[in-house]
């Protein structure tokens, strides 16, 4: 699967868009960009993930380069309960008769300020 | 409807003991993947369980068994704990047959080796 990074932490002021970066040049051309958070204590939540275009959920929107070696993942106005660790996760779809695990990274912990 | 559920929610062990965690799978899921997450990274997969059969597993020794019954629910085997194997267990459930899909964590359970 490939690598991923995030930056480790960032800040967000209540009310405010955030918007969490994550590089993945060596994304392949099946690999879809799988985006989760994990809110302190609790088990990861799903958020949105895409392959080639945009794509906007009622918790987000992601933004994908086109060459798709970078995203952006937009949560248009986040709250104190946004406050979590986001993971950025590339897999493939699923094939050969079997489902492939999530590879997590660290993610990069946004703090959403009153 | 019920989402992934586990037990117990907290344990406490002594190295050496055995230990089983439980998972049960959201409504309608048939796939089962078991995460370790150490304190302060992200979530490790150990091994998914369809059809009562393992089918993938990741870097984890022996010790880690698991097990998956005719309702689709799921338990985690650990032997010989190690002061090492001291994590938040997590269960995550899917449906097999969608090519793409979000897998569904359960909250968890906070195993502690003494």
């Known amino acids: 699967d490939a690598k991923t990074t995030q930056p480790t932490s960032m800040d967000c002021a209540e009310g405010r868009a955030a918007n969490l970066p994550c590089n993945h040049s060596t994304i392949s051309g099946n690999e879809y960009v799988y985006w989760y958070r994990q809110i302190h204590s609790q088990g990861p939540q799903y958020i949105i993930h895409g392959l080639k275009n945009n794509e906007t959920n009622e918790m987000a929107s992601l933004i994908i380069t086109e060459d798709r070696k970078s995203s952006t993942l937009i949560l248009p106005h986040a709250t104190l309960r946004d406050t979590a660790v986001y993971y950025c996760i590339v897999r493939p779809p699923r094939s050969g008769g079997s489902n492939y695990k999530l590879t997590f990274g660290k993610g990069t912990l946004l703090t959403v300020n009153p | ?114």
């Open chain 2, 1 to 114: 409807d019920a989402g992934v559920t586990q037990s117990p929610t907290h344990l406490i062990k002594t190295r050496g003991q055995q230990v089983t965690l439980r998972c049960s799978p959201k409504s309608g899921h048939d796939t089962v993947s078991w995460y370790q997450q150490a304190l302060g990274q992200g979530p490790q997969f150990i091994f998914q369980y369809y059809e009562e059969e393992e089918r993938q597993r990741g870097n984890f020794p022996d010790r880690f068994s698991g097990h998956q019954f005719p309702n689709y629910s799921s338990e985690l085997n650990v032997n010989a704990l190690l002061l090492g194997d001291s994590a938040l267990y997590l269960c995550a459930s899917s449906p097999f047959n969608r090519g793409l899909y979000e897998q569904y964590f359960g909250p968890g359970t906070r195993l502690t080796v003494t």
